[in-house]
């Protein structure tokens, strides 16, 4: 009775223990998994308050730098703005004592208008001069040109007789040796029709005796001889049209040759007459240049005594000028300084937006490095939870393996158990009967029941 206790609470606690440990993995599974949903939880958390810090902090940067441009571009109108006003109230001030001075002097007002009348003569003046100066040299240039076109005229005949007779040379050689080429041509084409292979060739390769042109006659049929015949006339036919061709078109050359000869000396004489004519008018326009009239003269000493009166006028109105100009310098350097304080603005800004740009392509850039680690991340836990998974399900497996065979050892041990309980319950059964008969009054009258006695 003590052994099978002993199995018994042995397997009793073998049970415990196991389920034990079973709750002890499903709570530790349900820890694991409550962890990374919290791990999971506090990352996303996280991340989404970096990249909302992130939007945060750049959104101020851009606030700011937008602010200082403004106050900047805002401070630059404003001195802009001063300058001109400065500029135009200054100018303004001098145009006004100009005009009080102006309107208070009578002299300055009768200067004025006699330095206006001398002027008004003097640029009149100046321009019939110019004029007459501007026609004379017309003329001059007009008879230059025209001497020097008969000049280049001459020498053009010159140069166009000489090609002629350099023409007419090479025409008589052109002439010598198309002559010539046709001859060649003929006797070529005589050749080319004695070297081919028919009677012919026979006939004038056997020679000119009698004897031979016989032999021939005799070797070769009367159709080929009535063909030979019809050939032979019909070369010399050919060869008689290839001669009066040629002939027809050296002549038609010749003739051309002298109708263009004289279609040249034709405007050779016309030519020859336009340069007379030219040269003619040209002496007429000399004579009249080199005559010098007394109105001119008296024009130039008008304009003598004019330019002597307005001499001091100049001077004034140069210093005037000189006042305008400089005034005129200063608004320039003052509009180039502004122009080139907005081009350095220019300048600053596109770097600005460059450099904008840049940090916009920095952050974008990060900000898709950051997404890939992140996806990265959760790549690796989604990864890591799926070998945690398999892992948890593995051990799952290994223990519900071990707890089937477990319970199969169990109630195996169970079943032998009761085996050796039945065969020790056999053998005491089997004492006592061998030994009833002795031990009768020892034995209570439940026992007998019990053992079936």
């Given at each position: 009775m003590s052994e099978q206790q002993k199995t018994e609470i042995s397997a009793i606690e073998a049970q415990k223990k196991i389920s034990e440990q079973i709750a002890n993995d499903a709570r530790c599974i349900e820890i694991c998994k409550m962890r990374q949903n919290a791990a999971n939880v506090s990352l996303y958390r996280r991340m989404h308050l970096e990249s909302e810090?992130?939007?945060?902090?750049?959104n101020i940067?851009?606030?700011?730098?937008?602010?200082?441009?403004?106050?900047?571009?805002?401070?630059?109108?404003?001195?802009?703005?001063?300058?001109?006003?400065?500029?135009?109230r200054r100018e303004i001030v001098e145009i006004k004592t100009n005009q009080l001075l102006q309107n208070n002097s009578h002299e300055l007002r009768h200067v004025?208008?006699?330095?206006?009348?001398?002027?008004?003569?003097?640029?009149?003046?100046?321009?019939?001069k110019e004029n007459e100066a501007l026609k004379k040299e017309e003329k001059a240039r007009v008879y230059y040109d025209d001497l020097r076109m008969i000049e280049s005229r001459n020498?053009?005949?010159?140069?166009?007789?000489?090609q002629q007779t350099l023409k007419?040379?090479?025409?008589?050689?052109?002439?010598?040796?198309?002559?010539?080429?046709?001859?060649?041509?003929?006797?070529?084409?005589?050749?080319?029709?004695?070297?081919?292979?028919?009677?012919?060739?026979?006939?004038?390769?056997?020679?000119?005796s009698e004897a031979q042109k016989n032999n021939v006659k005799t070797n070769c049929s009367q159709k080929e001889l009535e063909l030979f015949t019809k050939m032979k006339n019909d070369r010399k036919e050919i060869e008689r049209k290839e001669s009066d061709n040629t002939n027809k078109r050296i002549e038609e050359y010749l003739m051309e040759i002298d109708k263009r000869n004289k279609q040249q000396e034709e405007f050779k004489n016309q030519k020859k007459v336009e340069n007379d004519r030219i040269y003619n008018c040209l002496v007429d326009n000399l004579a009249s240049l080199t005559s010098h009239t007394s109105k001119n003269i008296?024009?130039?000493n008008k304009l003598l005594y004019e330019e002597q009166r307005s001499a001091t006028w100049l001077a004034d109105k140069k210093e005037k000028d000189s006042k305008i100009l400089q005034r005129e310098n200063m608004l320039k350097q003052k509009e180039m300084?502004?122009?080139?304080?907005?081009?350095?603005?220019?300048?600053?800004?596109?770097?600005?937006?460059?450099?904008?740009k840049i940090l916009l392509q920095n952050l974008q850039v990060f900000n898709e490095v950051e997404e890939k680690k992140n996806a990265e991340r959760r790549q690796m836990m989604i990864n890591y939870g799926k070998e945690l998974k398999m892992s948890i399900d593995q051990k799952t497996d290994l223990r519900q393996?071990?707890?089937?065979?477990?319970?199969?050892?169990?109630?195996?041990?169970?079943?032998l158990e009761e085996l050796r309980m039945g065969e020790m319950k056999k053998e005491q059964t089997t004492i006592v009967k061998e030994h009833m008969g002795n031990l009768v009054g020892f034995f209570p009258p439940t026992a007998r029941d019990q053992y079936e006695i």
């Open positions: 810090e992130e939007e945060m902090f750049t940067q851009k606030a700011k730098e937008a602010q200082a441009r403004q106050i900047a571009e805002l401070e630059q109108e404003q001195k802009l703005a001063q300058v001109m006003a400065d500029l135009k004025e208008k006699q330095l206006r009348t001398v002027y008004a003569k003097k640029d009149l003046m100046c321009q019939i020498d053009e005949n010159k140069e166009e007789i000489e007419n040379e090479l025409n008589l050689d052109y002439k010598k040796a198309i002559t010539e080429q046709i001859q060649e041509n003929i006797i070529k084409k005589q050749r080319e029709l004695s070297l081919k292979n028919n009677p012919i060739v026979i006939f004038e390769a056997t020679g000119n008296e024009m130039q300084q502004l122009n080139i304080k907005k081009d350095k603005e220019k300048a600053e800004k596109e770097k600005d937006y460059d450099l904008v393996r071990q707890k089937k065979v477990a319970m199969n050892e169990f109630s195996e041990a169970v079943k």
